[in-house]
Each structure stands twice: as C-alpha cells, then as structure tokens.
C-alpha cells in the first residue's frame, strides 16, 4: 500500500532532516508507529498525506506516486484517498457536528456534497454513537465524542489509506479504546489500511505491525539525497 | 462550490457575531454620513427646485434676492422689506404677466399640539396657480374667513367651523394691533408643499390682521350691557374695555373699510406668471431698467441654483471629511480582519490539510468580507432612509 524509497525531507531553516532509506506497509493493515516525541512521526505522515512535499526520494501510496504530484494533484488525492486523524482533532467550532462531517465536501469540489453524502455522513455517526448530537456545535461534546466526529470526517469518502496522528493522545483510557477499535473496524471491514501514530503501548497489541520510528531512519544521508544535513 | 462557502461564511459570521457586529457597524457608520447628507441634499434639491420651477418670477423690493425667493415659496425666511399693491398692479398693467400679491408677515398662534403657521394674505388666483383645493368645507367668502393647509388641518384637529387666532405683532402693545379671531371656512388638499403648513385669507383680511382695515362696533344687542358706560337719553357713551381679538361676523361685516388707496397697501412680494417666454423677457427687462431702484424681478429657479450650489460646496466639504474617516476605517478594518485571520490561523490550516486549497480559503474570507459590506450597506441604506424620514422636516426649517 504505502513504499517509500531515500526519502529525505528538511524544513527551510534547515532544523530538521528525516531520512527514511525504506519503509513498506502493506495493504490492509494495521500499523503502529511509535517514537520519542520530535523524531518526525508526524512529518512521516504529512509526508504520505502530500501536506509537504518531500525533498528528494519517494513515496508510493497504492499505485500513485504522490512526490510526482503537483500541489494540485496531491491535495485531490488526498481528499479522495486518504483519511486524516489529528491529535487535536482539528475540528471547526462554528459548524455543528454533521457540517464538521461534511467538512472535506465544503471546501471542495472535488467532492460532490450529495443526498447520498449527506446520508453516509449521517451513518457515520450512528456507528460512532453520535446521531442524537448531529446538530449540536462541536464546542459543546466531550474530548471522545470531539474525536470521533474526527473520525467521521476522515472516513466520510471511505478512504482505502487512514492516517492517525496520535489520535487517542488527548483521551482517557476507555476513550482511546473506543477510538482505536473504531479505526481498526474501519481497517478490518472496509479493507482500509491505517497508520497511526501512538505513544500508548497498552494500545499496541491490536494492530498488526509496529513500526519504531528509530529502527527506520537513517543518521547518513540516503542514497541519491542531497545531503543535506 | 459556492453554496458551500457561503455557508460556512455566514456559520463564521455568527459565530463571530461580536466582532462581526462590530466591523458591520463601523462601516455602516462610515457609509451612513455620505449617504444620508446625499439623500437629504437630493431631497432637498428636488423639493426647493421643484416649487422654483413651478414660481416663474418673484417681485419684491431691492435687497437679498435669496431671502426673496425663499420667503416668497416657503413663508418661513426674513421678512422682505414690503412692497406695495402698486407692484402687482404695475405687473397686471404691462399685460405681460398675471399678478399674484402675497402678504405674509403675520403667524397663527401656537397651538398646544400645533407650531405657529404662517397666515398667507393672498388672492384666489393663488389657489389655482398652486392647484390647491378645498376638499372639506368651503373656499374664502368673506372677510376674517381661512383655509388651512393640509398637514397643519392634521396636526392641529382644527375643523371647518372652528376659530384660529393670529399672533399678536407684540404681545405687550395694548395699542397695537389685535389678532384676528379667524374663522375656518375650509381645508385645502395636501400637496406635499409648504402651503401644506400654511394658513390662508384673503388679502383683505391679512390687511385686517395688519390693523390697515377695520370695523366700527355697535353698541346696542346683546352685548350692550357689557359695553356701555352710560346711556342717557341723547348719547350711548362706550367704556374703556379692551376685547381680546377681532371677530369678523355676519353682523359686522359690512362695517369693516379701509382707509386710503389699496395701492399704497403692503404686500411682501407678488408672484408673476408670464403669459410667455417673450413676455417674461420684457417684464424682467422692465424691472432691470425702469423699475430697477424700487423692485426686482428674480427667476426663483437661477436664484436656487445659486443657493444649491452654496450647499453643494459644503457637502463637498463634509464629503473630504468623509473620505478621510473613510479611509481610516478602511485600514483600521483592515488591520481587524488581518488581526482575525491570524487569529483563525489554525482553523484554516485544517482545512487546507485536509484538503482545501488557498484560493477557496481565499473565498471563503472575501464572502465574510462581501457579506458584512452588504449588511452594512443595508443597515446605512436603511438607517440613512430614517433619517431622511425623521430629519428631513428638521432639515427644511433649519435651512430656512
């Protein structure tokens, strides 16, 4: 599902470098990342997501190469192929919670904001628990309840790739649970695959690979980078 | 595309409602002056204009040409110096125009709802030239009869059979002249005009008022008792009390005279209705030559052109003065919705990671802005619109 090759990433002031010579996830699948906080988990993920573009290598997400996009291209594909889950749940507090759902088909029109998206918004909700709140303002639910309309967004297109940025880093245990076996119902009867980073190990045996983010990157530059340090 | 962010710019504004409040009223404000003191002059223009149009020539005696003319179609600015019958008749004489005397120098008194009206001294041609009618009780018939604009009929509750009296010249004159009790013959349809608030009589009567005619009482009736201080059987001698006011009656009608020629009476200025272009031109020509040094002959028209031109040059004014505060508000707004966006930095960035691009982000910005121009436009629209309402009456008696 995911490959990625010599990636090299630094930021324009050049405090940061990741180097990644090579890392696969398959297809359906379930994995964990774990590492120290500013080891740059949440760079990988914006990377795989086309938020940055990469500085040199690449990265293959099915049978698209996303560092070959334009800033065009990867924004379309991200809003058809990939599901986007932040620690801070990043919702919008003017919008009630089915406008937050339906966030991503507001913004843009590579998303056509139909009945029948409006009704899949609307079975979202009911699968995380939340159809008596859809016309609620989001300002007003809990941390959890905040995190699964997080969730519902990310899901609203039925995203084949799940990213998950410490999604549970906020919640009480109970909380995180729910949110994990939400995701991972996502992965297991929709034939999605998840990556999602977490620093909560009491979480990790429910997926089916963990990756520790030190074990993957490279303190010399990649073959092919610029070398930049 | 744009359903969507249309409504996510207005869920923003309301959410915002505070500041979005705030910024709609700052440029409300700043387009509400321009835009009331446009409205009012526009008003302003259109109303004194059209009663100048409608007034081809004003004569009265040397002196402001403006006072002239404001006096002669309002009845509200400085008393002219007063010209004579004479001017009317010269007037009808040269058989270039018609000739209609005003005499307006004598006010009704306050009534408790009511201001003070102008009493307007005239002849019936007045009524026909101005398309004024009576449209409840009857027309002017005799002498200390009225008819009541309209507007001041409906302020004051006054009716056809009731009684007005004239102000006083001086309230503290014993000697003087004694107001008219007045009786109300009729109400004159409005005409959205200042005959509106007018009171008239016929010129006679304004004379009466003026102390230039005037009747003898007899002593004998029913109030002989009250009157007499001696009747012996060769003379009725009258005691010393003072009525009130001046009634004109049935009865002592026919008593009431005037001493002296009628063309040596006072008018305040005659209105001229020219039977054509050609004789308006050789009656102004007349009164710019032969009777240049004992009265004028104005075109209202040129003369309010040149008093909107006055007003013309202070709303310039007051239009430099609104495009600074215009200016300002637009950087200090500026600088609020720079401030705002900042401040919703990270809502943004979620929705340009999510997928969003800047452009729409972009758009979604400019409808908030767009909105709340719109909203402030119909809120200073609307505003500038009550206040023409509600000032405009203000706005008249204070430029006159």
Known sequence: MISIRDLQFTWPAGEFCLRIPSLDVTAESAVAITGPSGSGKTTLLNLIAGIHPVTTGSIQVADTGITQLSDRGRRTFRLRQIGLVFQSFELIEYLTVLDNVLLPARISPVIAMTSGLRERARDLLVRVGLEQESARPVTQLSQGERQRVAICRALLTDPPLLLADEPTGNLDPDSSQRIVEILLSQVREHCATLLMVSHDHSLLSQFDSTIDFNTIQSAEPVAGGSGAA | ?400
């Open chain 2, 1 to 400: 595309m744009l359903h969507n962010a249309f409504l996510l710019a207005v869920r923003s504004l309301w959410w915002y409602r505070g500041r979005s409040l705030i910024i709609i009223l700052c440029l409300a404000t700043t387009l509400w002056g321009p835009l009331t003191v446009r409205m009012l002059v526009n008003e302003f223009q259109d109303e004194i204009l059209q009663r100048a149009k409608s007034t081809p020539l004003i004569i009265g005696v040397p002196g402001s040409r403006i006072d002239l003319v404001l006096h002669g179609l309002y009845f509200q600015s400085a008393l002219p110096q007063r010209l004579t019958m004479e001017g009317a008749y010269y007037v009808r004489d040269t058989g270039f125009a018609s000739a209609i005397p005003l005499h307006v120098r004598f006010r009704t008194q306050e009534l408790p709802n009511t201001a003070a009206a102008p009493i307007v001294g005239t002849t019936l041609e007045y009524f026909e030239f101005r398309r004024l009618e009576v449209i409840q009780g009857q027309p002017i018939t005799r002498l200390g009869d009225c008819v009541l604009g309209a507007r001041f009929a409906q302020q004051s509750g006054l009716k056809p059979g009731d009684r007005l009296l004239s102000s006083p010249r001086n309230a503290f004159d014993l000697a003087g002249d004694y107001p008219l009790n007045m009786r109300i013959a009729g109400v004159l349809n409005s005409s959205w005009s200042p005959d509106d608030d007018a009171v008239f009589v016929d010129l006679r009567t304004a004379w009466i008022i003026e102390g230039i005619g005037h009747g003898h009482q007899t002593l004998s009736g029913e109030s002989k008792e009250q009157l007499l201080e001696s009747d012996d059987s060769d003379t009725l001698q009258a005691n010393a009390s003072v009525l009130p006011y001046t009634q004109i009656t049935d009865e002592n009608e026919s008593s009431f005279h005037f001493h002296g020629d009628d063309a040596d009476f006072p008018v305040s200025e005659v209105i001229a209705v020219p039977k054509d272009r050609q004789s308006q031109t050789l009656l102004l020509g007349r009164y710019s030559s032969v009777r240049g040094s004992s009265a004028i002959c104005v075109k209202p028209q040129q003369v309010v052109h040149q008093l909107l031109a006055m007003v013309f040059r202070i709303e310039q004014l007051f239009r430099i003065a609104a495009g600074l505060s215009a200016i300002v508000t637009t950087v200090l707004l500026g600088l609020v919705i720079f401030l705002s966006v900042r401040l919703r930095a990270p809502e943004m960035r979620t929705m340009q990671r999510i997928g969003s691009a800047r452009g729409t982000i972009a758009l979604l910005v400019g409808l908030e802005i767009i909105l709340m121009l719109i909203v402030a436009v119909c809120v200073s629209l609307s505003a500038a619109a009550l206040t023409q309402t509600l000032a405009g009456e203000w706005m008249r008696q204070f430029l006159f």
